[in-house]
């Protein structure tokens, strides 16, 4: 994954979301606007800019 890439939380992260109160999943797609060694940061449609770590992502478009 890489800045500018179009992404979107994997369902799994659904269900582990379910019994974790510091885990929030969200249907929205985003777009990386940062890149640590395993954490993004996801500006989400809403205007929202949030940290998860790069496992709970899917990549829905790649930037060119």
Same mark, same amino acid.
């Given at each position: 994954?890489? *800045?500018?890439?179009l992404v979107q939380?994997?369902?799994?992260v659904?269900w582990?979301?379910?019994g974790?109160?510091y *885990?929030?999943y969200?249907? =929205?797609?985003?777009?990386?606007i /940062?890149v640590? /060694?395993s954490? =993004? +940061?996801? *500006?989400? +449609?809403?205007?929202?800019?949030?940290?998860? =770590?790069?496992?709970?992502?899917?990549?829905?478009n /790649? +930037?060119r």
């Amino acid at each position: 994954m890489k *800045l500018g890439d179009l992404v979107q939380m994997r369902q799994r992260v659904f269900w582990m979301a379910k019994g974790n109160p510091y *885990l929030t999943y969200t249907s =929205l797609t985003g777009i990386i606007i /940062e890149v640590r /060694e395993s954490m =993004l +940061s996801v *500006l989400y +449609s809403d205007g929202k800019i949030k940290y998860n =770590l790069a496992e709970y992502f899917e990549v829905l478009n /790649e +930037s060119r």
